[in-house]
């Protein structure tokens, strides 16, 4: 038995068939699921001046600093699961559990 072989230019216009079908429905597919473009206020959207505040900054240099050693450690407890927590905070950090 002879096999009758297909024309190549009928197997290229299938193929491009078949990707254009698929092209197709993934741009369908794409348009039905894709989200709206967000409108943005004016006033989000305006470019930023790269002037600084100079009021600011003297503001800034004339505020009150306060050293490490003048911040007073802080005691705090809790209950968890029926026990007692006591978390100290400071410069280095502690949790004590007490049952």
């Known amino acids: 038995m002879k096999k009758t072989k297909i024309p190549s230019l009928v197997s290229v216009l299938i193929i491009t068939l078949i990707t254009t079908v698929f092209w197709v429905s993934l741009n369908i597919y794409r348009a039905i699921t894709v989200k709206p473009a967000l409108i943005v206020e004016e006033n989000i959207s305006r470019p930023l001046v790269p002037v600084l505040d100079q009021k600011a900054i ?13 911040i007073p450690e802080n005691v705090i407890t809790s209950q968890r699961n029926n026990k007692t927590v006591i978390t100290q905070t400071s410069s280095s950090s502690a949790e004590i559990i007490v049952q």
């Not at 004339?62 to 050293?67: F, G, L, P, R, T």
């Open 58 to 70: 003297q503001q800034l240099k004339q505020s009150v600093y306060v050293a490490k050693e003048q």
